[in-house]
């Protein structure tokens, strides 16, 4: 399974920006699918996640982004969106999607070792 980030960019602060992750490479199921981002010099941290549908499509964010943030996701087509609005400087980042085969309690999909595949990243740079 291969996840294919895109849509990053340079964008001015009170921008935004829509990003976009595609699983592809066969047969797959995900039951989260989620957003992370790391900083230079910084942890990769946890942004958005979002379990299927048929868990009730619950969407959980990280209290940096929540509010200006959306994460959603097409199951038919095995993409996960992250619409970024009224982004600042400190939004800049590299920003990787995940996706979790299993379902799991909101504690554990905050976490990057919850994650059985990762995207390659996409850079997202905010100017003030």
């Known amino acids: 399974v291969q996840l294919q980030a895109s849509g990053g960019g340079l964008v001015q602060a009170g921008g935004s920006l829509r990003l976009s992750c595609a699983a592809d490479g066969r047969t797959f199921r995900s039951e989260v699918m989620g957003w992370f981002r790391q900083a230079p010099g910084k942890e990769r941290e946890f942004v958005a996640a979002?379990?299927?549908?048929?868990?009730?499509?619950?969407?959980y964010y990280a209290d940096s982004v929540k509010g200006r943030f959306t994460i959603s996701r097409d199951n038919a087509k095995n993409t996960v969106y992250l619409q970024m609005n009224s982004l600042t400087p400190e939004d800049t980042a590299v920003y990787y999607c995940?996706?979790?085969?299993?379902?799991?309690?909101?504690?554990?999909?905050?976490?990057?070792?919850?994650?059985?595949?990762w995207g390659q990243g996409t850079q997202v740079t905010v100017s003030s």
């Open positions: 979002i379990r299927r549908n048929g868990n009730g499509g619950m969407s």
């Open positions: 995940a996706a979790r085969t299993r379902n799991t309690i909101i504690t554990m999909l905050k976490l990057r070792s919850s994650y059985d595949y």
